[in-house]
């Protein structure tokens, strides 16, 4: 009896064995195809991000006096630092002269800590709408 018993506990397991031998997941691969056109919009969507209003990134300021100074300023900050946009704007009563529009707090520090080297005043913000 006990030999017919193995023989019945056996049968599932050689039957589980032999089928996963022969059972094999699915193998495939994907290709993407997509419009080149879209490369071209996320290009564009890029460029959009970096006008977006002023209040929703950080900019640095390197001058506020006069508007001679700071269009001077402004002129000295680009011939050093040609990789950040610079802009100057009046707020009453000074004329103030803003580097950069970065989308973080981090980047703009790590731009005023390259920036600081050559004018020691800069400091980082986040301009009102």
Same mark, same amino acid.
């Given at each position: 009896?006990? *030999?017919?018993?193995?023989?019945?506990?056996?049968?599932?397991?050689?039957?589980?064995?032999?089928?996963?031998?022969?059972?094999?997941?699915?193998?495939?691969?994907?290709?993407?195809?997509?419009? =080149?056109?879209?490369?071209?919009?996320?290009?564009?969507?890029?460029?959009?991000?970096?006008?977006?209003?002023?209040?929703?990134?950080?900019?640095?300021?390197?001058?506020?006096? @006069?508007?001679?100074?700071?269009?001077?300023?402004?002129?000295?900050?680009?011939?050093?630092?040609?990789?950040?946009?610079?802009?100057?704007?009046?707020?009453?009563?000074?004329? =103030?002269?803003?580097?950069? @529009?970065?989308? *973080?707090?981090?980047?703009?520090?790590?731009?005023?800590?390259?920036? =600081?080297? =050559?004018?020691?005043?800069?400091?980082?913000?986040?301009?009102?709408?």
């Amino acid at each position: 009896m006990k *030999t017919f018993d193995l023989k019945i506990t056996k049968l599932p397991i050689i039957c589980f064995i032999t089928t996963s031998l022969y059972c094999h997941a699915q193998e495939g691969s994907v290709s993407v195809n997509q419009d =080149k056109k879209i490369t071209t919009l996320l290009d564009l969507k890029k460029e959009m991000n970096k006008m977006e209003p002023a209040s929703d990134r950080y900019k640095i300021q390197i001058y506020s006096g @006069n508007r001679a100074t700071a269009q001077t300023t402004q002129a000295d900050f680009s011939s050093k630092f040609s990789q950040w946009s610079t802009t100057v704007v009046y707020e009453p009563p000074n004329f =103030k002269t803003w580097v950069g @529009n970065f989308r *973080t707090s981090l980047e703009a520090d790590r731009a005023l800590k390259e920036i =600081k080297e =050559k004018f020691s005043n800069a400091f980082r913000f986040k301009p009102k709408k």
